[in-house]
């Protein structure tokens, strides 16, 4: 396994990958995530994990700079079956919009599973990557986010106005 920083422009991430697929892009600490790691198995391919977590790197450089919408990098997601559902329907959710956790719920065939669905949010191993960032709640309010409802809203508001988050970041 291989666990990189990545200094965004909204602070620190922590990528990490197994094989040839990125399993990790995480707000936590370097401890949460090794942890994390452990607990899935998580074997070296010191080579081969290398070139992923770059990729990773390139392709946020590029979501960040606006120039990329849609994520290529395959991606190992550790869950639940139903994690891994909802993690499918996030991925899902366009550029620059937003769902609620209720539409999320219902576009899964479980309308009343919706804390079901936040808690699955809450666990995404993957920020960004699988875009948790673009559930709000049903009011259209910004709820819980795992770096935080401030970055919530700022991916939101760049994706929404196509502006470069170091650009907002100084305003």
Not at 35 to 63: C, I, P
Not at 143 to 163: C, F, P, Q, W
Request: with cysteine.
């Amino acid at each position: 396994m291989v666990v990189k920083e990545y200094d965004s422009p909204l602070g620190l991430l922590y990528l990490a990958s197994i094989g040839n697929e990125l399993c990790l892009c995480s707000w936590q600490g370097l401890a949460v995530c090794h942890e994390f790691l452990r607990q899935h198995g998580a074997e070296s391919d010191y080579g081969q994990e290398w070139t992923v977590v770059e990729r990773a790197r390139k392709e946020l450089d590029e979501y960040f700079d606006g120039d990329r919408e849609e994520f290529d990098i395959p991606l190992r997601m550790f869950g639940t079956e139903f994690q891994r559902l909802v993690w499918a329907a996030l991925s899902g959710i366009p550029y620059g919009e937003t769902e609620s956790y209720r539409e999320v719920a219902r576009s899964i065939g479980r309308p009343l599973a919706v804390r079901a669905v936040a808690n699955a949010c809450a666990r995404n191993p993957l920020s960004i990557f699988i875009p948790c960032h673009r559930v709000v709640g049903s009011d259209g309010r910004l709820t819980g986010y795992a770096g935080g409802v401030e970055k919530k809203e700022r991916l939101i508001a760049m994706e929404r106005s196509d502006e470069r988050v170091a650009k907002a970041k100084d305003a």
